[in-house]
């Protein structure tokens, strides 16, 4: 009898083991699936995929937040349509522009930019408009672009990436005459001081880039260091520098920079979640 039991025990379990694995590999298969609907700009297909990975593994956070961007993208591209208020229309815009550059879709990163700058015309979209064609290698069509800004459209960030432009395209004397006039200042955040230290490393100044990427990393919250990190690996500007032990040494960097347990900023302030912490937790 207890023999028997025993057995109808472990085939029980087996039954669960199996069930557990077969839900595993179904979500695994949606979710790759619905990456891959990203990818091809199906985003409708892609949250249904991704639904369905979340239904067969609840537990997976990666799931979730898949779909859950998914979802919120969908969202945002059927709000732009319709948003009529400017500066809300660029925030939702800047939004999806940070979306589609996360799952590498250029094109259609692209294509949003330069609605965005239409609409701007600013230095700021102006610099993201460049940033997207220089990551597509539109090297001519970034110089062209920034060599076109007037005065008051201009910035630190739009001067560093003209001359990164200039650079690629072998006009070094040109390229050094911008990192000449793109001067970083003491409140300059890691953003800015990340462009002009690619273009000090583009112009053959190892030391400078090297003591600006530095800064820029230690400027950085520690969520968001590896990501800054992993570009600068891959970035043209640093390629030349990338094997050296000072390069090296940069990545070691850590952050200075103190980020709440809660949400992963540097402070309460801005946080959307203040108002549900205690007074214990805020402080």
Known sequence: MLIKNTLIVFALLSLVLLSSTAFGDSGKLAFEQG???????????????????VRAERSNAEYMQNYSLVRQAIMIRNVLEQEKN???????????????????LYDQALELDK?????VNSAASAALLAETQLAMDMNAEAAELL????????S?????????????????????KHADLAGVGDNDGPGVVYCVARLQAATGN??????????????????QLDGFKSHAKVAPEFAAMAGTPEFQQVLKTESK???????????????????????????
Not at 115 to 119: G, L, P, W, Y
Not at 147 to 154: F, I
Not at 266 to 277: D, K, T
Request: with cysteine; hydrophobic share 35%; net charge positive.
């Open 257 to 283: 920079v103190q980020e709440s347990n809660c949400s992963g900023g540097s402070s309460c302030a801005g946080c959307p979640m203040r108002s549900q912490c205690s007074k214990e937790e805020a402080k």
């Open 147 to 154: 060599s076109k800004l007037p005065p008051d459209k201009t």
């Open 35 to 53: 990456k891959t609907l990203v990818g091809r700009g199906d985003f409708e297909g892609a949250m249904e995929a991704f639904a369905t990975a």
């Open 86 to 104: 400017p500066q809300r229309w660029e925030y939702y815009a800047r939004a999806l522009h940070t979306y589609y550059i996360s799952e590498n």
């Open 115 to 119: 609605q965005i700058h239409v609409r």
């Open 206 to 223: 190892v030391n400078r880039a090297t003591a600006l990427l530095t800064r820029c990393f230690e400027q950085i919250p520690p969520s």
């Open 156 to 176: 630190v960030v739009t001067e560093a990436l003209e001359g990164i432009a200039l650079a690629r395209l072998g006009k070094k004397a040109d390229a050094l």
